[in-house]
């Protein structure tokens, strides 16, 4: 029989266990309600400074821009004209492409597939960032985005969204002994059942608890069957694909994030009969193929930057900007990871005469390294170590967590995902510590009233570098490719010896010390050197050829600096204002650095 009241009821009454928790129904009916009520509390176990001063302004402003571009792909949905079936095996002739591509768009600024509403996918990842973090103040400080439950928050910058659909499903290379594809820092959307790592990623963050937070996946198939778009949806995968019974209950749980004690671990706490399970999982595929569609597009990765001219013979670099494109793939060694379709010219007076191998270089091997990134004490994650008012704790181990990227993943380890491939495990160790080479497509884009990325004499957007958001401008992350090495100090963030300057002359201990990538750290780059790979980074900005999607709806102020009164108002020092101490590090957490096959060598 089909439960008829509300997530406790069918937890307690059904399950039989109402002696250990409630003395009946009635009461487990009213517990529910209580739950309810403090959905909304806000959590904030943070220390004074932690969260920026302007974290729900910040948080509004997003959403209203969130909306309004919801809002353009209704109307365009609209005008659609409908797409023909045609052919064996039927297919959505003339309009079909636009129609997937469109419905992807409409559920990624859905601000509905969350339990409060208010958290749709692009509330991390906007337009006129490159799909990126939108809120200059997280970037500067907390560096990850407050998900549906304020303020549980998740532990990595938001990685861009543009070019990610071209990775490929992630597969050990034997020959190599390296791994390739995936999506995430730590690759564990390996597209192991859509065979699309970019699909499987979408799957993410609708029930991650620091996210979108839904208890239950079908709870996305849910809120489908109301959505104003279902009649696009049900185009695209077929009328009766979202006809599913669900329990009369479904919409008490769906209002509930994960991870709350009233679910007791249970991450399919929706009653479905196995019929209609296998209906809202199809759903959920169909979710990640749509998002993929719209991510994979011409609206997010266009390939329409001055490089992407400069290859079709429509561009000319300016002279820092080609410097920089040598640098690149020479002296600055860029290329080895950041694949741009040239060759790799290390030696002295070498130049690659050739051809571009290929005009749509995606600027990324696929692969991952440790570049020996210290640990950000900034990052919120690691204050999270007391239960918020649904009994939700984040991170039980607090400082004594270790992000150790590809490596924990391997491990099915705390805060990654099941690896679904036993024979994957024993190379953790070989991995510790590494994180997905991104593309370098789009890493300066900014909204067209903040001009770059770098603080200086002119408005600014700040924005966070690497996957704990270490590295406020493009400046730093070179700086620290060219002379990690040369100024590695064994010191924590925040604590850089006097007559230094942290991320100028001092560069605290790499969070994860074992393999680290050797290929960068003591590059010989002059300063002048750095500043014009910059200028060819910024040459990567799509947008170029014809105009961005949607990069106009930023509503928010440009950051400003005075560099005559402020001392950190440079690329090199920007946010160096907003650093604090990093707090004496327990030992890693034996359950991250202990789990089998254990780290080697062991970590601190």
């Known amino acids: 029989m089909k439960p008829t009241t509300s997530i406790s009821t069918v937890t307690i009454c059904a399950a039989g266990i109402a002696a250990v928790l409630l003395s009946s129904c009635t009461s487990a009916i009213q517990r529910n309600k209580d739950e309810k009520k403090r959905v909304t509390s806000p959590y904030n176990p943070y220390p004074p400074g932690i969260l920026p001063g302007d974290l729900n302004s910040e948080v509004e402003r997003v959403l209203r821009e969130v909306d309004l571009v ?36 409409l559920m990624n600024f859905d601000r ?40 549980r928050v998740g532990k990595r910058t938001p990685q861009r969204h543009a070019y990610a659909p071209f990775f490929p499903v992630l597969q050990y290379n034997q020959t190599q002994g390296l791994f390739f594809g995936g999506n995430f820092y730590d690759s564990r959307a390996t597209g192991v059942l859509l065979r699309n790592p970019d699909a499987e990623q979408a799957q993410g963050p609708p029930v991650d608890t620091q996210e979108m937070g839904f208890p239950d996946t079908a709870c996305v198939a849910f809120r489908l069957t109301t959505a104003a778009y279902r009649p696009l949806f049900e185009l695209v995968w077929g009328a009766g694909s979202l006809d599913i019974k669900f329990p009369r209950n479904t919409e008490a749980i769906c209002d ?59 561009y000319n670099l300016t002279a820092d900007e080609m410097a920089g494109f040598e640098l690149f793939n020479g002296k600055g060694n860029c290329n ?156 924590t963030s925040g604590h850089c010896p006097p007559g230094t300057i942290e991320k100028v002359t001092c560069w605290p201990m790499p969070e994860v010390k074992n393999n680290i990538d050797m290929t960068s750290g003591n590059l010989g780059l002059s300063d002048k050197e750095e500043d014009q790979i910059v200028a060819f980074l910024e040459t990567l900005t799509d947008g170029f050829t014809r105009p961005y999607p949607n990069i106009d709806v930023f509503t928010g102020t440009c950051m400003t600096c005075n560099p005559v009164t402020d001392p950190n108002c440079s690329p090199s020092r920007q946010g160096n204002g907003s650093l604090i101490p990093t707090p004496p590090l327990p030992s890693c957490a034996s359950v991250i650095c202990s789990a089998p096959p254990a780290t080697s060598p062991p970590i601190p």
């Open 112 to 151: 509905n597939m969350s339990p409060n509403r208010n958290q749709a996918c692009m509330s991390c990842h906007m337009p006129y960032a490159g799909f990126g973090g939108p809120i200059p103040s997280v970037n500067l400080t907390i560096i990850a985005y407050p998900g549906t439950a304020h303020f």
């Open 256 to 314: 509930i994030p994960g991870g709350a004690s009233t679910f007791r671990g249970n991450t399919m706490p929706i009653d479905l009969t196995p019929e209609d399970r296998t209906k809202a999982n199809d759903a959920y595929g169909h979710w990640g193929q749509s998002i993929d569609s719209y991510e994979q597009s011409v609206q997010v990765s266009p390939f329409s930057s001055k490089f992407d001219a400069f290859l079709a013979g429509n």
């Open 336 to 491: 080895s990871c950041h694949l741009d379709g040239r060759g790799t010219t290390l030696r002295p007076k070498q130049h690659d005469t050739g051809s571009a191998a290929t005009v749509n270089p995606l600027f990324t091997c696929f692969g991952s390294a440790n570049e020996g990134v210290p640990l950000n004490p900034r990052n919120a994650f690691y204050y999270e170590t007391t239960p918020d008012s649904l009994g939700f704790v984040g991170n039980p181990y607090g400082f004594g967590y270790r992000d150790l990227g590809l490596g924990t993943f391997l491990r099915s380890g705390f805060g990654s995902g099941p690896n679904p491939n036993s024979n994957w495990t024993q190379f953790a160790p070989s991995v510790d510590g590494q994180m997905q080479v991104s593309s370098a497509r789009d890493v300066a884009m900014t909204p067209p009233q903040c001009p770059t990325t770098e603080a200086g004499s002119r408005p600014y957007f700040q924005k966070g570098f690497f996957h704990n958001g270490y590295f406020k401008s493009l400046k730093q992350l070179v700086h620290f490719y060219n002379t990690r090495d040369k100024f590695a100090f064994p010191v």
């Open 70 to 105: 919801e809002n353009r792909a209704l109307a365009r949905w609209h005008a659609l004209a409908l797409p023909i079936v045609r052919g064996q095996p039927p297919t959505l002739q003339n309009t079909g492409t636009e129609a997937i591509e469109t419905l992807g768009e």
